[in-house]
């Protein structure tokens, strides 16, 4: 060991003996005495104040004394031992190829790297303190020793050997394409030399910072080009010879591979990149004939192919919307044809379809494509929006419905109406509530929500009238779907017809107590007291004679909620009232459940044998029209003999096919059946009319003055929940307002109104 005030000659040959020794025989060992005392050789020269005499070029500027000028004599040394270190691995490199080549320049850098971090470790005084200040007077071309030997390694060694045909890039290229043609490689090696690529990038300005310059010059930027020609090569060929179907999944492999491929052997860095570049290749040059394919995939129910197509077009910003268009389109069909399908099978056309029949083929179809957004295209919004667009065009046109938008509403309340009723077959068979759901499903997708409302009403009003609901849960719970669908107001009139139902109750009982002491009150009744505002009843328009045996029940009533609700008029609805009659002439006693026009045809005979059309008239005050009707039911259940024209005679041997002692001869007459959907959709056209004009008033309210364009585009929005409202019919309620001076025009101008106040 040179001693403290060794020249520069006698203290280099000595560090240069063990610094090689690191360098190239570090597996032989290291003692701990002969690494101190390199160490603290290193360390007495670089604080050795004396100058030597030397001659030798020095890295760092002017004329340096002292500390300062050691520290350059041994970091300029340890250069020219670097560039001579590597001079021998350039001469071997030069005959090596591919794999060989790789295997040497791996072992090498390993080797390599090792031998500079226990040097670095030697002359941690020269990076500490000379290195250091160098570096903070700002000159560039100063590093500390390990990354010195770095530097020097890129540029003497790297560099020449990438120079020659990028022949270290280029071996890396190529053991990864023999990976991707399926063969096993060494995933550990390439990882190595693809490692050093990133620790020789260096920053210049922060030389602690990763940089990845060399990284992606010299692999990252080649890497990707071969990436592309090699993919776009094999998906060209792969289709030429291959179904759609096959390449969706090769092109699912490929991407996967890919992506493992940066997660073994490729910086992080390169992933968005690789991704990107793939997906490009894989994917958008071939999005049409993707496209293209989507329907037979729909048609044939390919839902694993169907989901690796959403997978791989959800990759790239513009894949998906083709699809949901087709997607859409298909639903469309899918649905009418359904229909079409079911006026087929009935041979008596739109008229007579059965509601269930109908709403079923519906619910079939949303259900089906439902599934296959859930399943396939994972729910995405713009699928599931693409199905509610279709579900709402076909729910509401389609063959059943020709050009009225009041078909499909009306069908699906008639199939709710049978759904909520007792001795309902399908309640019985499953979940009501589910079946209630399923309503809703295709409730949401209807234009004429207040078309439905109404047939729901009517119908309602009758199953609470007759008693023949399921049960109040059912209908009470319908009813809050329907509110949570489309809020209060929606539901309002509903949930007062369960009010009046109560109240009538109640009256009903109270009537009795009060009538208990009269003798002539042998006559059981019920009564329901229903407000004229929220029961969607008319009154009969015909006049009716009631009969003798139940005048006094009527008079007392009468008298009766008089008193308790002075101010109230009572309107009798006979059509809607139910009667029942006990026969005392046969040998047999029957109950014979009546409405009130049989009723009163049938007392008749307590006093007559036979009655000719025109004395029934008399006695009834029945319009010959409805009468007729009557007489004709009561004489096909053989309750009246018909044998000449117009003369009615009571059957004295009645002999009933039911073995039942109730007989119900409380049929609906056909006129009235029809009249039903024809009252409703005037009641709904009525009802539209208000329901525009109250909607004009609240706008103008708020904004005071508006242009007739925005005026009709804001009436629309936001009555578009309840109904697709008509441009003449908002023009028609603009006319109705300004006659009425809700509104008026502003002067001097021809679509400008303003509200009155």
Request: one cysteine or more.
């Amino acid at each position: 060991m040179p001693p403290a005030t060794a020249d520069l000659a006698t203290t280099w040959a000595f560090l240069e003996e063990g610094v090689d020794h690191i360098m190239t025989k570090l597996q032989t060992g290291v003692s701990y005495s002969k690494y101190m005392s390199l160490y603290t050789v290193a360390y007495n020269y670089c604080t050795s104040s004396r100058m030597h005499n030397t001659t030798t070029d020095t890295v760092g500027q002017g004329s340096r004394t002292g500390a300062n000028l050691m520290g350059s004599d041994l970091y300029n040394n340890l250069i020219r031992y670097f560039i001579t270190h590597l001079k021998l691995l350039k001469d071997q490199s030069d005959s090596l190829q591919d794999e060989a080549l790789l295997r040497y320049y791996a072992s090498e850098w390993d080797r390599y790297t090792t031998g500079a971090n226990y040097i670095n470790r030697l002359f941690t005084y020269l990076n500490r303190h000379w290195v250091k200040r160098e570096r903070d007077e700002g000159r560039k071309g100063v590093y500390p020793v390990y990354t010195l030997a770095l530097v020097q390694w890129k540029s003497n060694f790297f560099l020449h050997v990438q120079s020659k045909h990028t022949k270290l890039a280029g071996a890396i290229l190529r053991l990864i394409e023999r990976q991707r043609n399926g063969e096993t490689i060494d995933q550990g090696l390439v990882k190595k030399v693809v490692d050093s690529f990133v620790s020789l990038g260096l920053d210049e300005s922060d030389i602690n910072k990763a940089s990845l310059d060399v990284y992606r010059e010299h692999l990252e930027t080649p890497f990707l080009d071969a990436t592309e020609k090699y993919y776009e090569q094999e998906s060209e060929a792969f289709l030429a010879e291959s179904s759609v179907s096959d390449y969706l999944k090769k092109a699912e492999e490929r991407l996967k591979e890919e992506e493992d491929r940066v997660d073994r052997y490729l910086n992080t860095d390169t992933r968005k990149q690789l991704v990107s570049k793939c997906e490009h290749v894989l994917i958008r040059q071939h999005s049409d004939l993707m496209w293209e394919s989507f329907q037979s995939l729909l048609d044939f129910d390919k839902d694993e192919d169907l989901q690796r197509m959403y997978a791989l077009l959800s990759r790239i910003p513009e894949g998906l919307e083709p699809l949901r268009k087709k997607f859409e389109e298909h639903v469309k069909k899918a649905g009418l044809a359904a229909v079409a399908k079911l006026l087929g099978e009935g041979s008596e056309g739109a008229d007579s379809l059965d509601p269930k029949a109908y709403v079923d083929a519906l619910l079939e179809v949303h259900r089906k494509n439902s599934e296959t957004v859930t399943r396939s295209f994972r729910g995405e919004a713009g699928f599931v929006a693409s199905l509610d667009k279709a579900c709402r065009e076909f729910v509401n046109r389609n063959a059943a419905t020709g050009s009225s938008t009041t078909k499909s509403p009306e069908l699906l309340a008639k199939h709710a109406d049978m759904l909520l009723r007792k001795n309902n077959k399908m309640a019985e068979e499953e979940d009501l509530e589910g079946a209630l759901n399923r309503v809703m499903v295709l409730f949401k997708y209807i234009e004429d929500k207040d078309v439905f409302q109404t047939f729901y009403a009517t119908k309602l009003s009758k199953r609470l009238i007759h008693g023949v609901s399921a049960s109040d849960e059912s209908e009470a719970s319908m009813i809050s779907k329907l509110k949570e669908a489309c809020g209060f107001e929606y539901t309002n009139k509903l949930q007062r017809m369960f009010t009046d139902m109560s109240l009538s109750k109640d009256l009903t009982d109270q009537f009795k107590e009060r009538m208990a002491n009269h003798e002539d009150m042998d006559i059981n009744f019920s009564i329901m007291v229903l407000g004229t505002n929220f029961w969607p009843l008319s009154a009969p328009n015909n006049d009716f004679i009631i009969p003798p045996e139940i005048l006094p029940t009527y008079d007392r009533f009468s008298k009766y909620y008089q008193t308790k609700h002075s101010g109230r008029k009572l309107t009798w609805l006979w059509n809607y009232s139910k009667n029942e009659l006990r026969t005392n002439y046969l040998n047999q006693k029957y109950i014979l459940m009546t409405s009130s026009y049989q009723m009163s045809v049938l007392l008749q005979y307590n006093k007559h044998d036979t009655l000719s059309l025109e004395e029934l008239i008399a006695a009834t005050a029945i319009s010959k029209d409805i009468l007729s009707q009557v007489l004709t039911l009561l004489a096909k259940a053989k309750v009246l003999i018909n044998e000449e024209t117009d003369q009615y005679d009571l059957n004295p041997s009645m002999a009933y096919l039911s073995k039942k002692i109730r007989v119900n001869l409380n049929q609906p007459i056909k006129a009235e059946v029809k009249a039903e959907s024809s009252e409703v959709l005037k009641t709904v056209d009525e009802d539209r009319k208000y329901v525009i004009q109250a909607t004009i008033v609240r706008i103008m309210k708020a904004r005071k003055t508006m242009k007739n364009q925005p005026l009709i585009q804001e009436v629309i929005s936001q009555i578009s929940q309840r109904f697709a409202p008509k441009i003449p019919d908002i023009k028609k309620a603009i006319d109705t307002l300004l006659e009425k001076e809700y509104i008026e025009r502003v002067d001097g101008t021809r679509d400008t109104f303003a509200y009155v106040a």
